[in-house]
């Protein structure tokens, strides 16, 4: 049990951010809301692009797992918006909260003593809420070290 109670508490450390990289809301501080539409240099994508692209795919995970009747976006079109789409002040809020009320969600069924994080997903064979943890985990970090590299090639860090 103690062993058990462990694991939880690292992958919600590891899900916070913190440790060996910088969590979602550190990245995202303060970012310019004039420069949300903006394509670093080649870069085929806009920070909100990018940030969109995480709230997406996070969602989806969090839904399989939820959900044995959920269907998945397409892969990759589904994943992304368009490229030619763009959003305003409100749409980059709500990206963001987007994000965090499905990090929260997942850090949630991580810390229900009844999750069992090993278990087969009755609905998918193979996989395991502690696969999908990981997943939305490794994923997350990718693109948001990701985002953060663009914001300093681009110098929209407070200095």
């Known amino acids: 049990m103690a062993t058990n109670n462990e694991?939880?508490?690292q992958l919600v450390d590891l899900l916070n951010g913190g440790n060996?990289?910088?969590?979602?809301?550190?990245?995202?501080?303060d970012f310019p809301v004039a420069e949300i539409n903006t394509f670093p240099p080649n870069v085929p994508?806009?920070?909100?692009?990018?940030?969109?692209?995480i709230r997406i795919a996070q969602t989806d995970i969090l839904e399989f797992v939820r959900q044995p009747g959920h269907v998945s976006p397409e892969w990759p079109k589904g994943y992304w918006p368009d490229r030619e789409e763009q959003t305003d002040?409100?749409?980059?809020q709500r990206t963001i909260k987007g994000i965090?009320?499905?990090?929260e969600a997942v850090k949630q069924i991580v810390l229900d003593p009844q999750t069992d994080l090993t278990a087969e997903l009755a609905h998918a064979p193979g996989y395991t809420v502690l696969r999908e943890t990981l997943l939305v985990a490794d994923h997350n970090v990718h693109h948001l070290g990701e985002?953060?590299?663009l914001r300093q090639v681009m110098g929209t860090w407070k200095r």
């Open 100 to 103: 965090q009320a499905d990090l």
């Open 45 to 53: 994508y806009t920070f909100w692009h990018l940030l969109e692209h």
């Open 147 to 149: 985002f953060a590299i």
């Open 89 to 92: 002040a409100d749409g980059w």
């Open 7 to 9: 694991l939880r508490k």
């Open 20 to 29: 060996a990289h910088m969590g979602f809301e550190e990245t995202v501080a």
